[in-house]
């Protein structure tokens, strides 16, 4: 049964330096106070894995906390670059990041694979492409049945998985509806789990067909106001748009990201205290 805890002690108990840690949202419900919380914990040589990495990795790697990235895709949606990101790759800065790259779908069925308990995910890609011989982690291998070639991903199984969702009961079952990216999946392949929320509720009332992850499969689920910021959660708040066109400046130059990292996420004890810091009031998404 998920136990019902804050952020700051989930963190503290289930993660530890060294650990593969996978934040997924896909544009929505994305963790960036639980990647937070992981820089204020002064986590180290994580492997974050992440399909679509954004502004909450380019915090994590500039602030010293990740030592290789597994991803699909990464940048600053409708803006650009990441810079720390780019800034690792390219020179070394806070330390050497090592990559493995992946197509979307390749990455998927890594997450199927390991959620299912199996040790590689089958897909028809990458023919021609030139990411298998960078990633090792890419094999081919002919169908038993028609000899088709298809390509063969080995299986991810982080050691946390953390998410972010609109809510949860009190026994810890997990509520999540809009656009859902892998969200269940990493969940169901992690060996531990965290779960941020919108509001902890008595009943979920959750139609049919809903996204549930049951409380069975979550180690702790943390309430946090706000903690998809700067994206959105669905019938709560909408993207801030504008923050993640203000990152852009922010996360140019070393220092200026450092001295804003430092005043808004170190100097802060939690999530609430971060959005009093930067100045950020959510904008309430009208509920039909």
């Known amino acids: 049964m998920a136990e019902i805890t804050s952020l700051r002690e989930a963190v503290a108990g289930l993660v530890r330096d060294g650990d593969v840690v996978a934040l997924e949202g896909f544009t929505h419900l994305i963790p960036h106070a639980a990647g937070h919380e992981l820089i204020r914990q002064g986590r180290r040589?994580?492997?974050?894995?992440?399909?679509?990495?954004d502004l909450v990795y380019d915090q994590l790697i500039g602030m010293g906390c990740a030592r290789r990235l597994v991803f699909a895709w990464g940048g600053n949606p409708g803006v650009g670059s990441l810079h720390r990101l780019?800034?690792?790759?390219?020179?070394?800065?806070?330390?050497?990041?090592?990559?493995?790259?992946?197509?979307?779908?390749?990455?998927?069925?890594?997450?199927?694979?390991?959620?299912?308990?199996?040790?590689?995910?089958?897909?028809?890609?990458?023919?021609?492409?030139?990411?298998?011989?960078?990633n090792p982690e890419i094999r081919f291998i002919s169908c038993p049945f028609t000899g088709r070639r298809l390509a063969a991903v080995k299986a991810i199984r982080p050691d946390v998985?953390?998410?972010?969702?609109?809510?949860?009961?009190?026994?810890?079952?997990?509520?999540?509806w809009g656009i859902v990216g892998c969200q269940k999946e990493v969940v169901l392949a992690a060996r531990r789990s965290i779960v941020t929320v919108e509001e902890v509720v008595d009943e979920l009332d959750a139609?049919?067909?809903?996204?549930i992850l049951p409380h069975w499969v979550v180690t702790a689920v943390c309430p946090v106001p706000g903690g998809a910021h700067p994206s959105y959660a669905q019938g709560y708040y909408d993207r801030d748009n504008a923050f993640y066109l203000a990152w852009?400046?922010?996360?140019?130059?070393?220092?200026?990201?450092?001295?804003?990292?430092e005043r808004h996420v170190l100097a802060t004890e939690d999530h609430a205290g971060f959005l009093r810091s930067a100045g950020i009031t959510l904008p309430r998404e009208r509920v039909a």
């Open 86 to 134: 780019r800034d690792a790759v390219e020179r070394g800065w806070p330390h050497p990041l090592e990559l493995v790259e992946h197509s979307h779908a390749g990455l998927a069925s890594a997450y199927v694979a390991g959620a299912s308990g199996l040790p590689f995910g089958l897909l028809d890609g990458y023919h021609g492409s030139d990411l298998p011989a960078h």
């Open 161 to 176: 998985a953390i998410i972010h969702a609109q809510r949860a009961d009190r026994r810890g079952n997990v509520h999540l």
């Open 45 to 53: 040589d994580l492997t974050l894995v992440r399909m679509t990495p």
């Open 248 to 261: 852009d400046q922010i996360a140019r130059e070393r220092e200026r990201f450092r001295a804003w990292m």
């Open 207 to 211: 139609p049919p067909n809903a996204c």
